[in-house]
């Protein structure tokens, strides 16, 4: 569903709306609720799968939540945040942007139910990040992976001579600048034109072994999209490792369950890199005014052995015309540069509790 949030052209209909928001004032005004731990909500299991009560979340964070639409949309507001949910949808809104669960939301009971590892390691660090587990330190060393390189080239847009190998290099060299003068140690997988590895396994080991060996507290793998003929898609998506048990979301859109029953290394970081995808994600989109796509899950190669919170950004589409003219332009890539050191330091004041 497109943007999963079809319901809210519908509440101009007399009648459909069930109760109304919190005004601003009022929740401005109102004495916010000391937040409940996680594992305290009750519990529903249904096909294998964990489900929390979105009303009982919303509750436990001090929130309030209520149908929009009964039984087909449902509102969280409260302590500054909107979450917008849809039934049988794996896509909510946060903050202005998607973000797309491992698991469809479920109706059970007349009550709106998401799975239990979706609010604990997707919505929660993003809403509570006390909550989501040990809030790491701000990060001090960094490592960014412009993607591909050498005999690999990437996506191409031959019209403007773009190759993505060249696209990610570049914008990785004016990050690390853009970093190193806020302080950050940064290390980058590559600072040349060359693959890591004979294969791709090889070469996305070889950069998770550089990640690792630098001690990374972050890592960024810069990439740009492309969907061949199609040049009418755009916009900016960022992807995280796939949380365990989880689907990806490649994996919902062919019918092909990639379901990885065993964690991986970088699992044991869900809510940080979710976290971080969101602030990025945010950064880009307000930075070059992109569609939203979304912040989505992947098993990634080369963010599955992290020993730090990853994500995978792709900031712009090749394959679309405008957007490749945009990017062939060195301002462009000095803007997403500006851009996800701007995401990175949104999540820093986030662990800190600094932000807004």
């Not at 004979?198 to 950069?207: H, I």
């Not at 957007?323 to 462009?332: F, G, K, L």
């Amino acid at each position: 569903m497109s943007r999963g949030l079809f319901c809210l052209t519908l509440l101009g209909l007399a009648g459909l709306v069930q109760s109304a928001s919190v005004s601003g004032a009022a929740e401005a005004s109102a004495p916010r609720v000391a937040p409940t731990r996680p594992g305290s909500l009750p519990v529903t299991r249904v096909a294998n799968v964990d489900y929390v009560g979105v009303a009982d979340i919303a509750r436990s964070l001090g929130m309030s939540g209520d149908w929009v639409v009964r039984d087909r949309a449902f509102r969280i507001t409260g302590n500054g945040e909107r979450i917008e949910l849809t039934v049988g949808s794996r896509e909510i809104e946060i903050g202005g942007r998607r973000l797309f669960l491992g698991q469809p939301l479920l109706l059970r009971n007349r009550e709106l139910h998401m799975a239990q590892v979706d609010y604990e390691r997707a919505l929660l660090p993003l809403l509570e990040p006390t909550l989501a587990g040990l809030v790491p330190a701000r990060p001090r060393v960094i490592v960014l992976d412009p993607g591909h390189g050498g005999e690999d080239p990437g996506m191409e847009n031959a019209s403007h001579s773009l190759k993505e190998k060249d696209l990610t290099l570049d914008v990785a060299l004016r990050l690390k600048r853009l970093l190193e003068a806020d302080g950050y140690r940064v290390v980058l997988t590559r600072t040349d034109d060359r693959q890591l590895g004979e294969t791709k396994t090889a070469d996305f080991r070889r950069r998770t072994e550089i990640a690792n060996t630098a001690g990374a507290e972050l890592f960024v793998s810069i990439h740009f999209n492309s969907l061949g003929s199609d040049t009418r898609t755009g916009g900016t998506e960022v992807f995280v490792f796939s949380r365990q048990g989880q689907r990806s979301d490649q994996s919902w859109n062919t019918g092909e369950d990639d379901t990885e029953p065993a964690a991986s290394a970088v699992n044991r970081h869900d809510p940080w890199s979710v976290l971080l995808g969101h602030r990025v994600l945010n950064s880009v989109i307000a930075k070059l005014g992109t569609d939203d796509r979304g912040l989505k899950t992947m098993h990634s190669a080369v963010l599955r052995g992290l020993n730090c919170p990853g994500i995978l950004v792709e900031s712009l589409f090749l394959s679309n015309p405008i957007e490749a003219a945009r990017v062939s332009r060195p301002d462009t890539r000095e803007f997403i540069a500006e851009a996800l050191r701007d995401g990175i330091r949104a999540y820093g004041a986030a662990l800190l509790g600094t932000e807004g």
